[in-house]
């Protein structure tokens, strides 16, 4: 267990419909990143936030909407999601004035777009 | 921009032997961190070891040790006395002190430890 947890560990979902992942982090960091995880690919850094601030949205489609509502949660909406869409999305989380810029991540929620 | 490049898909290693994973990148920069993850079956990602670029010493956690090459921008990891709760996917990533939070990762390495 790293201390960030995510909710929920699979998903399916048709490409009409709206769900959102939910990731928590318990260590007390103010940095929250989401993560795109696809098979033969390396992971691809979708949003970065830094004390609930987004400071990163690295030329994600729209249809993928992050929240940080306080340091603690993250979540990323989905809606009207494509088949490409599908892959292993990931949460971490790091403590910003850490030198050592050591992330923490979650286990993940396997997205799968029908 | 930086890349990391993990040339080897796929790994195998007998139990108790020594494997080496590689790893190289790009970049202009002088000042930036590399780490080794690894990713295991239950897909939580956890560091392994980390070298700060201005270090010469190469860095090592237990049975993990890099060979950092600076110059040759290169940064291989051993695992040493390879265990079965060693089999996992292996990330090289890269951060750039300026840029703050952002981790370049290569494509992975999926190593097998065979008993």
């Known amino acids: 267990e790293t201390g960030v947890t995510q909710t929920p560990r699979h998903l399916v979902m048709g490409m009409t419909n709206k769900k959102s992942l939910k990731c928590e982090q318990h260590?007390?960091?103010?940095?929250m990143y989401w993560y795109k995880q696809s098979a033969k690919k390396p992971l691809e850094l979708m949003f970065v936030?830094?004390?609930?601030?987004?400071?990163e949205n690295n030329s994600v489609p729209s249809r993928f909407s992050p929240e940080c509502p306080n340091s603690s949660h993250l979540f990323l909406h989905l809606h009207t999601l494509q088949p490409e869409d599908s892959a292993l999305y990931l949460c971490a989380s790091s403590q910003v004035e850490n030198p050592t810029y050591e992330q923490y991540f979650g286990p993940g929620t396997r997205l799968t777009v029908t | 921009a930086q890349t990391v490049t993990q040339s080897q898909p796929e790994m195998s290693v007998q139990e108790a032997e020594t494997v080496t994973l590689s790893c190289t990148y790009d970049?202009?920069?002088?000042?930036?961190?590399l780490f080794w993850y690894k990713q295991p079956p239950s897909r939580q990602m956890i560091l392994v070891i980390r070298q700060e670029a201005y270090k010469q010493q190469n860095a090592t956690e237990n049975r993990f040790s890099v060979n950092f090459q600076k110059a040759a921008k290169s940064f291989s990891l051993k695992i040493s006395d390879s265990q079965l709760g060693d089999a996992a996917m292996y990330f090289c990533a890269y951060l750039e002190e300026t840029s703050g939070s952002r981790l370049t990762f290569g494509e992975g390495t999926q190593l097998t430890v065979n008993p």
């Open positions: 260590l007390g960091h103010n940095a």
């Open positions: 936030y830094n004390f609930k601030e987004q400071t």
């Open positions: 970049t202009s920069e002088s000042d930036y961190y």
